[in-house]
């Protein structure tokens, strides 16, 4: 009995001196995750703020006709290089009504967008770009008539690059700079660009389909009527690549102040 009276006593004492080497790494703990909830509670929540973009449906019917528009060119240039000159006058009234269809339905159906304010003038210069170096090369056209209305046009376009980079909202990334459903900048054509632009497909439709008539026309002088057109058109394109330059109107930001050149 007396020993194993003794042995609890060496058991209870092993256990009271563990007990006591505890408590200390306890506390130890216990105020540590007391001082690191303090610091959690003290430290204030931040939150990543992404900049509000602003987004639209790019993908209706309007834009849909301007594009096919854009696609008809590579026929059109290759029919005018061909001879094929009742092809490209199809082609040419196939764009003239289409240019007014994705207006009107743009207009009656509230299917406006920022993309389409800048397909319609591309596809317009797409096809005045064609028209005038196929029938340039075909000498249809005077080739420094050419030069006038392709170089306002190669301004305009590098212009256009630039004001898209300067009014993209941030973060600037090379996906967001061509993700047309992220506009920036809307481009308005000035008043004597649109005249411009009458005059131009005026000439190049007129060129394109004189080559359908005889040569000797009893009506009029064809070829003296498309000279003193072309006289027009080149003092109208300088003129509108200018008002571009000096409009204060003629480009906008969305969401923002115009950028410096």
Known sequence: MASISLRRGLLDAR???????????????????????????????????????????????????????????????????????????SLLVYAGLTDLADGYLARRFKMRS???????????????????????MGGYIPVPLAVIIIGRDVLLTLSAFVIRYKSLPEPKTFARYWDFGIPSVEVRPTEISKVNTALQLLLMGATTFAQLLPASSALFDVNSSLIGLQWIVGATTIGSGLSYVFSSSAVRVIGGKRPKP
Not at 23 to 32: A, E, K, N, S, V
Not at 117 to 124: K, Q, R
Request: contains cysteine; hydrophobic residues 40%; proline residues 6%.
């Open 15 to 89: 256990i009271h001196s563990f007990r006591r080497c505890q408590r200390p790494l306890f506390r130890f703990h216990r105020c540590l995750s007391s001082t690191s909830s303090l610091h959690s509670e003290q430290r204030p929540k931040t939150r990543l703020k992404i900049p509000d973009t602003i987004r639209e449906n790019i993908y209706t019917l309007p834009n849909a006709l301007t594009v096919s528009r854009i696609l008809a060119c590579p026929v059109l240039g290759w029919s005018i290089l061909r001879g094929n000159f009742e092809l490209a006058t």
């Open 114 to 136: 920022v993309l389409g304010t800048i397909l319609d003038p591309a596809a317009d210069k797409m096809l005045m770009t064609t028209l005038t170096v196929t029938l340039s």
